[in-house]
């Protein structure tokens, strides 16, 4: 069995120096009207837990599982899973290799970090720190024990493979759906591909290849399986082999009954989906001159929001030419075509301000919602602050909070919605002082209605609290 470890129901609360900060951080917006709780986990996460890609929350029946890495010796990391129970009670363990020892791997930001899943069984599954090599992937012996992960990565098909960016989702079936990037540069190419566990054999197969092309890269961003079993998938492309910089975001469905794609419009699409395929496949499009190995324009990270079937929108992070700031834009499809939208402007709100490849949306109800984190940096210091946009269904305008405290550092988060359309939101901070920080909040729909924010207001808040240089300094 595990150590149980008790909640600690203040948010923001950490050691030390830590405590000190994130109360002389926080803002001056006012208090949301569906007020959120975040809570600290009991556990310091290694300055390598960051990433855009990667999928490592996962709530069922009312427990939420938080898949994170840990600081394992010099430049290395454990990755550990916890789980917390409706009443507030933690419990985490290691991912342990045959040997019975805690799995060990080297920090690589971006790239080695964790993705969660868990399957209609209750049975845990867990892929992590892999950049472009083999399987690294873990199954829990007792259904919904975080403490009994162990290696079975041989299960795995396509040994030998280079295998990176795995995103995980569920299925209504209890399935566990797998995307991934794998490499067989030897043909000038980087793919993606799915994979699905049956939970009727207890197997993984290759289910199909997303997208490939002679000297392209794909890089996958989401996965989402709707309730009649439609499995919706974002990515983006670079020329081969690889980059930071992105192109062409990127969306389709697969229908694994017809063993088909299909765009958002309904359209039929070939097996594998490429760069120059035709129809609304591409959400971000080529804009002023842009090719495929510029480093602005370009396209970083992209979450999607699916609601009863269907594509609500898709967030993502998007530098426009000759920029090296990243908006964060939302497009949705209008019934003929894509319209995007920015939410966070940088340079609207002045100087030092920026986002990260941090972002996730959800819809419920009449109420569909954006998460992003917007940063501030004064005298060399980086303050984050995780905000919330709200829109409902007929309205063209979003309603804008702040979601917990801002954190120094940067912030890297995820979000899943329960049965009762609370949002539940994985927060990273891996840079807090004396130790990352991985919080845990609740976003709730019900209440009043948004009277709204403003980022220039949240941003405001931040630049006061930053105080002079002697005092960001500390």
Known sequence: ????????????????????????????????????????VPVTVDGS?????????????????????????????????????ASGEWTSGCLRLATGACANYLNDNGHNQPSVAVDGAGEIHVFASMHHEDWNYFRSTVPGDVTSLVEVSEEMPDQGSTIS?????????????????????????RDGVLYR???DTRTWARETVVASATNY?????DVTVDGNGQVHLLWEWHAWAAGPFRHLGSYAVWNPVAKAFSDVAGGALPTPIR????????FQPFTDGETMTDTTPAVQTAKMAIQDGVLRGVTYRYASGGSRLFDLEW????????????????????????????????????????????????CNVTRSQVVMFERADGRSDWAVEAVGDPMLGQQRLRAATRDDGTDVLYLSAPATPGGGTLRYAEVPRSGQKRAGGSLAGILTGLRDDAGGCATAAG
């Open 165 to 189: 960016y795995p995103i995980t989702a569920v299925g209504p079936d209890g399935d566990v759906w797998l995307m991934v990037r794998t490499g067989p540069d030897a043909q000038a190419r």
């Open 49 to 85: 837990n960051q990433s855009g890609w990667w999928n490592p929350l996962a709530v069922v029946d009312g427990v939420t599982y938080f898949a994170y890495n840990v600081p394992a010796g010099t430049n290395r990391h454990e990755v550990h899973l916890a789980s917390r129970t």
């Open 331 to 378: 497009a949705s499809w209008n019934g003929t075509d894509w319209s995007r939208e920015t939410l966070i402007d940088p340079p609207s709100l002045g100087s030092g301000v920026d986002t990260v490849a941090a972002m996730d949306a959800t819809s419920y109800g009449s109420k569909t919602r954006v998460y992003g984190v917007v940063t501030l940096q004064t």
């Open 275 to 282: 760069p120059t395929t035709p129809g609304p496949v591409v």
């Open 217 to 221: 890269s794909v890089y996958p961003d």
């Open 197 to 199: 566990y049956d939970l």
């Open 1 to 40: 069995m595990g150590i149980p470890v008790t909640r600690r129901a203040v948010a923001g609360v950490t050691a030390g120096i830590a405590v000190a900060l994130a109360t002389a951080l926080a803002p001056a917006a006012s208090a949301g009207v569906h007020p959120s709780t975040v809570e600290t």
